[in-house]
């Protein structure tokens, strides 16, 4: 087979008119040539560094949208189902993987649990990084978010780097706002990329160490403005993620989009091209061809280097997406899941109290981490209350695995007026995390998770709109473009109660988040991430 185009040679900094020979999934030659074609044919797009869960989709399901939007291949860390089924979680996610095109490349995740500071549904020590990193399906550690293990020399924490180092597989980072001297020690222990910076100075500091830096845009963090203008200098050592993508977002586009914004910047195209599409392949040493003779044949076709609208999409020789027409079939999967307890009371939300000040999580638009505010408390009956008016509003996370009592805290920044939104998305131990402007509605929301085994829902009285998530509680089991349309009424559903945050049930998922500071909510109480301790709700 003989594709013509303008190729794209990334790697030698120029563009003809040539021609591309597949055979056997392979690229047999490129040869310059004279034609009429005009659409330019270049490498795939790689994610580098994506949790496939967060599209609310099972791998095969992803596959058939990111194919649309010339993504070839993905540094996958599958440590949110690792969180709720183990390392059989880590399996299923390969397994499903392995029965469509694209090439996703597992890690094994360094950090189940992320913390000792709340309950998840497995635990992988180290003896299971080692088992899991033994497979040639594993392709690096996936993020370190443990980084006071590291500084502290926690021995778990060492093993885990060391197996990294025994299967000569890299080592992903996860060190937000970490500088001077402790992020020193973090890349001297062998973690080689960070996708957390937020800071443009943040960002140099870690390239200046030699860590490689991944530039995020996903649904909830979006760390592109801060960072992009490291690029032109630092191309070689820089790379594009997600990191979290909702279904809605993923329909609209991937990686591409990142490419066509950077253009626009008026940054050099091969630098942002090798950051999209040859940076990633090198460092996790992908399976992943680069448009070269002998390599598989993944490469796409745009119709332009502005705008970056792909026309088609090839793995391994395989026409895998064309003019907006996804090639990837369906394959039936199966929905293990780890949903352990009854129904809630009222009363389980009720929270007695006396205290004039409160501690209250500042949730940031854009931005996972979080501020400490001190707020005044709404009294009634004796009882800590939802504050509208100055929208400060209880919110609660509910342990999944076992029955318990749920955590309390207050969040300002969500705007609810009305009702209550949940989510058993909740990074990184996936347990029931709610918002809600009563104790009635926040319970009428977790029951209705409970009930469904998992999901995200809104609820207002009598009304209640909710998408199941059967898989582990956190994918779904329907396609993307449902899926996506389901995720779009319920966002809908959280603004019209007064949300005014942009995606609010991604910046939600990530109020349970406690590797990031600063003050998060476990289903074991209120925790700063700053001392990395918990901290008491009432202030004295």
């Known amino acids: 087979m003989q594709i013509q185009g303008q190729i794209v040679d990334i790697l030698n900094k120029r563009i003809y008119s040539g021609e591309v020979t597949i055979e056997n999934g392979k690229i047999k030659s490129i040869i310059e040539k004279e034609h009429a074609e005009k659409a330019f044919i270049l490498p795939g797009f790689i994610d580098s560094h994506i949790h496939i869960e967060s599209s609310m989709l099972v791998p095969s399901e992803f596959a058939k949208i990111a194919v649309l939007h010339g ?55 180290s003896e299971g990084i080692k088992e899991l990193l033994a497979s040639p399906d594993i392709y690096y550690l996936a993020e370190m978010m443990n980084y006071p293990g590291v500084l502290f020399d926690d021995e778990e924490v060492m093993k885990k780097i060391a197996w990294a180092k025994h299967f000569n597989k890299p080592v992903d980072g996860h060190a937000p706002g970490l500088r001077g001297e402790p992020i020193k020690k973090y890349i001297l222990a062998g973690i080689t990329t960070d996708h957390e910076c937020f800071t443009y100075e943040e960002a140099a500091e870690k390239l200046s ?36 993508k909702h279904p809605d977002d993923l329909i609209i586009g991937h990686i591409n989009t990142l490419c066509a914004r950077a253009v626009a910047k008026g940054i050099d195209l091969f630098k942002v091209l090798q950051a999209a599409c040859i940076n990633p392949v090198h460092h996790y040493k992908m399976n992943v061809g680069l448009l070269q003779p002998n390599d ?7 119709e332009d280097l502005v705008n970056f609208k792909v026309s088609k999409t090839f793995i391994n020789g395989e026409l895998v997406a064309e003019n907006g027409i996804s090639n990837v079939k369906h394959v039936p999967f199966d929905k293990p899941n780890n949903f352990n307890i009854t129904t809630k ?7 007695e109290s006396t205290a004039s000040k409160i501690r209250v999580i500042e949730a940031l638009e854009g931005q996972l981490i979080t501020n400490e505010l001190h707020h005044a408390s709404l009294i009634k009956n004796g009882k800590l209350v939802s504050d509208t008016n100055n929208d400060v509003l209880k919110m609660a996370v509910v342990n999944r695995y076992q029955n318990a009592i749920p955590a309390i805290a207050f969040i300002k920044n969500f705007g609810l007026k009305k009702g209550a939104i949940a989510s058993s998305v909740a990074h990184d131990c996936h347990n029931i995390v709610v918002v809600g402007t009563s104790d009635e509605e926040i319970c009428r929301a977790v029951n209705l998770l409970i009930d469904n085994k998992g999901g995200i829902c809104a609820v207002n009285g009598s009304e209640e ?11 779904s089991a329907k396609d993307g473009w449902e899926t996506g ?18 995606a609010p049930f991604m910046t939600l998922s990530f109020m349970a988040l406690l590797v990031i500071p600063d003050l998060k909510l476990s289903d074991k109480g209120l925790f700063s991430g700053n001392s990395f301790s918990f901290v008491d709700l009432e202030v004295e």
């Open 465 to 475: 709109k909710v998408l199941s998530l059967p898989v582990a509680g956190i994918m």
């Open 296 to 302: 598989y044949a993944d490469f796409i076709v745009v």
């Open 345 to 351: 009371n009222i009363s389980d939300f009720e929270i």
């Open 71 to 125: 993504t070839v291949g993905t540094i996958s860390d599958p440590h949110e189902i690792a969180n709720v089924l183990g390392k059989e979680g880590v399996y299923y996610m390969i397994e499903n993987g392995k029965k469509v095109p694209l090439k996703f490349h597992f890690g094994a995740p360094s950090c189940v649990p992320a913390t000792s500071f709340e309950t998840a549904g497995a635990i992988i020590d």
């Open 209 to 244: 160490l030699g860590m490689k830096v991944i530039i995020r845009e996903g649904s909830a963090a979006k760390n592109f403005e801060a960072l992009i203008d490291l690029l032109p200098e630092h191309h070689e050592n820089m790379m594009f993620c997600s990191d979290d």
């Open 485 to 502: 349309k389901l995720y779009q009424e319920i966002d809908k559903t959280a603004k019209e109660l007064g949300s005014k945050l942009k």
